[in-house]
């Protein structure tokens, strides 16, 4: 959710950002990502290019997924985001938010999702 200044949360960026990965990981076909080997990298960032046409190199999603440590939690730029969205089957980053949003809204009464606007 967008607060007053268009800025959303810290804790709610990288809440999606969990749903994003856990989304991919089950794309993928390896729902514990935590037991990824290098090779697993190398194979999803290829995967990636392949469905949405834009590299991620498997150092970046090293760092997405935690492998990597960096000084504070790696937050990757919207590009990034788009490519994982879209490897997931959303438009880009944008619509995911939309969707998980009106998802986390509604989680008690079935309806119809959004269209994408």
């Known amino acids: 959710m967008i607060t007053e200044n268009g800025q959303a949360g810290k804790a709610e960026v990288f809440h999606y950002l969990d749903v994003c990965c856990r989304q ?3 794309a993928y076909g390896s729902p514990y990502w935590y037991k990824w080997t ?8 290829n995967f990636l290019f392949k469905q949405t046409r834009l590299r991620i190199s498997p150092n970046t999603l ?6 990597i440590k960096t000084d504070s939690r790696y937050y990757p730029q919207k590009a990034t985001r788009d490519a994982l969205a879209l490897y997931t089957g959303y438009h880009d980053w944008d619509h995911f938010i939309q969707v998980q949003e009106w998802t986390e809204r509604n989680a008690t009464r079935p309806a119809e999702l959004p269209a994408y606007t």
């Open 38 to 45: 290098n090779g697993d990298y190398i194979r999803l960032s």
């Open 24 to 26: 991919v990981s089950n």
């Open 62 to 67: 090293k760092r997405i997924f935690g492998k």
